[in-house]
């Protein structure tokens, strides 16, 4: 291994612990590793970080051995999604981070951040591993090691000192990326002046899904949306969120990357809005076995029904669209709902059904379970009912 460019050996440790999925965000220091990724893992390339979070735990929710390799400076959105979703349900995460702002460093706003990171992880729980030199490259082993063992995000602050001697040249031979000369975009959406007067609250949509549920898989949003859908129809195939907002798309889209199960994504107009690069990333990877349910009643449902972006200024099907998901529909009614989603279940292809809903929520009792409970509970079933 001593031979191999730094680059090589990073590549060559992945390997060994069986990573088999790598969701990554670049950085000029790593700009040789990146290509080294794209040709030896499957790779998700992501808009944001904090998303990542999300595909990657709920790719290891359906059996995959995932990896994040980002820019330090991009730990700074996914914290709370680590304390919230990571630390809360024991899912396991390493990554790979680029260190800003502590070694050479010319742009003064890395700084800040960079130089405070191991006390920020320090003060957050985080377990952290510092290679400053090229020597220590064998520690990612067990930063990949430990976050698997242990249930647990483990993050690597790998200097730029590590590539600084580095022969390898795989960026000059990536080449720079090209438009394709003619590009095609789908837009199949259909406008109307009048908006779809709501007429459902959101415990009726979940509940008209519930029915028809079988051997699916569900992800569903965080607070009385998971109560709704516990009370309605409680099934191990449930994944429930319980923090981390912004993020069931995203881990719906992460466990239908790894399963041939249908996953039913359970979303929100005031998550969706927190959190719109999700759509993006779903779109450009497209799993046919995706359905987003993007409940829109106007309002922040389990913090007291304030008034969201999505009641008089944007159209979430319209949006979703644009960001290149074209199987989308807009429902108010219950057997139109459950229509819907059969023809898109049935359709195999990534979908977005749009439920307008009235605001308000139902008295469901808090869910019985922990977050690890939940979520163990959810992978050894899906475990267990692999097709």
């Known amino acids: 291994m001593g031979m191999l460019n730094p680059e090589e050996e990073v590549i060559t440790l992945m390997k060994k612990a069986g990573i088999d999925l790598v969701a990554t965000l670049p950085c000029d220091r790593i700009k040789n590793l990146l290509p080294l990724v794209s040709k030896n893992f499957p790779e998700i390339k992501m808009t944001r970080e904090e998303n990542g979070v999300g595909i990657c735990a709920g790719f290891y929710l359906a059996g995959g051995k995932p990896l994040m390799l980002i820019q ?52 957050a729980g ?110 191990d195939l449930n994944f429930y969120m319980f923090g981390s907002m912004g993020l069931v798309s995203s881990i719906g889209m992460g466990i239908a990357l790894r399963s041939e199960k249908t996953v039913v994504a359970f979303d929100g107009d005031g998550s969706l809005l927190m959190n719109p690069n999700a759509l993006l990333e779903i779109a450009k990877e497209s799993p046919k076995n995706l359905i987003i349910i993007a409940l829109d009643n106007g309002a922040y449902g389990s913090t007291g029904s304030q008034e969201t972006c999505a009641l008089r200024y944007i159209d979430l099907e319209i949006f979703a669209n644009a960001c290149g998901i074209t199987n989308t529909a807009k429902v108010n009614a219950r057997e139109e709902l459950i229509k819907i989603f059969k023809k898109f279940r ?24 922990s977050p690890e409970g939940a979520a163990k509970r ?8 692999k097709n």
């Open 72 to 123: 330090s400076t991009g730990l700074g959105n996914m914290i709370n999604a680590l304390e919230s979703l990571n630390v809360t349900c024991k899912i396991p995460l390493p990554v790979l981070t680029s260190w800003r702002g502590v070694y050479k460093e010319a742009i003064e706003a890395q700084v800040p951040l960079g130089v405070h990171l191991p006390a920020i992880l320090e003060g």
């Open 126 to 235: 985080l377990a952290y591993t510092i290679i400053d030199e090229v020597e220590k490259l064998h520690q990612i082993e067990n930063v990949i090691s430990d976050a698997f063992e242990n249930s647990r995000p483990h993050i690597a602050l790998i200097s730029p000192k590590v590539w600084e001697a580095s022969e390898c040249c795989a960026w000059q031979g990536a080449g720079m990326p090209e438009k394709p000369e003619v590009m095609e975009r789908t837009c199949s959406i259909f406008l109307k002046k009048e908006v779809l007067k709501p007429v459902m609250l959101r415990n009726d949509a979940i509940c008209a899904i519930a029915s028809e549920l079988d051997d699916e898989v569900t992800v569903t949003n965080l607070g009385v949306p998971c109560k709704e859908l516990y009370a309605c129809k409680d099934r």
């Open 346 to 369: 049935d359709m195999k292809e990534l979908a977005l059904i749009h439920v307008i809903l009235k605001p308000g929520n139902t008295n469901a009792p808090n869910i019985p379970l």
């Open 378 to 385: 959810f992978k050894e079933a899906l475990e267990a009912k």
